[in-house]
Every structure is written in structure tokens, then in C-alpha cells.
């Protein structure tokens, strides 16, 4: 079945930037809407981003609204997450969904996850 592979976290100043990655290995990548969903220690899962299977389509969580932006490249199998002006409050293991169908901000609609990459920020 279909994996999910996170790319591009790492550590960063406040103010920094970083664009994550998610590698699919299905050729049917089109199929499926993605999203980005983040897990702080001692914290519930949080919803990021998500893109339907255009990329004409986006929704994003209230505390990223502005400063992250989803994008895929069906071509490449490949679903993106730009993260601009970073604070310290998005230090968390950042992880990539798929699910056939609509796009979704609930975790419990995607059925394919990745690894998940750790994003720390600090001040």
C-alpha cells in the first residue's frame, strides 16, 4: 500500500524557514488529498494544512494561517509544507496524511501517515 516519507525538519531560529517534503509511492498520488498535521510533547495532535487533489484548493489551521502554505506536485508524487516566520510554539514532530477523496482538517479521516519529521524552533 501507499508510504508516506517526511522530509526537511530540522532546527531553526525564530524567524527562520523551512519547507518539509512527503514523498508517496503510489502512482495514483492524484487520487489523494494530503495534509500536514503537528504533535507537541504533552499535547494533542494539531491540524496544519491541507490540500485537496488540485492544488487550487487549500485550508490551514487558525495558528499557521499566513506563515505556512501546502502545495503538491502531482508529477512527483510530492506534497510540500513552506513554513515561514517560525516561533517557538511550532517545535513539534510535523506528520504527512493521504486519503482518498475530499480533504479534511480531521486526523481520524486520513488512513495512510508517515514517519513524521521533528521541527524545532528556537528563541
Known amino acids: 500500500q501507499v508510504q508516506l516519507v517526511e522530509s526537511g525538519g530540522g532546527l531553526v531560529q525564530a524567524g527562520g524557514s523551512l519547507r518539509l517534503s512527503c514523498a508517496a509511492s503510489?502512482?495514483?498520488?492524484?487520487?489523494?488529498?494530503m495534509g500536514w498535521f503537528r504533535q507537541a510533547p504533552g499535547k494533542e495532535r494539531e491540524f496544519v494544512a491541507t490540500i485537496s487533489r488540485s492544488d487550487s484548493s487549500t485550508y490551514y489551521g487558525e495558528s499557521v494561517k499566513g506563515r505556512f502554505t501546502i502545495s503538491r506536485d502531482n508529477a512527483k508524487n510530492t506534497v510540500f509544507l513552506r513554513m515561514n516566520n517560525l516561533e517557538p510554539e511550532d517545535t513539534a514532530v510535523y506528520y504527512c496524511?493521504?486519503?482518498?477523496?475530499?480533504?479534511?482538517?480531521?486526523?481520524?479521516?486520513?488512513?495512510?501517515w508517515g514517519q513524521g519529521t521533528q521541527v524545532t524552533v528556537s528563541s
Open positions: 496524511a493521504g486519503r482518498l477523496g475530499a480533504h479534511s482538517t480531521l486526523g481520524y479521516e486520513y488512513n495512510h
Open positions: 503510489t502512482r495514483t498520488f492524484w487520487r489523494y488529498a
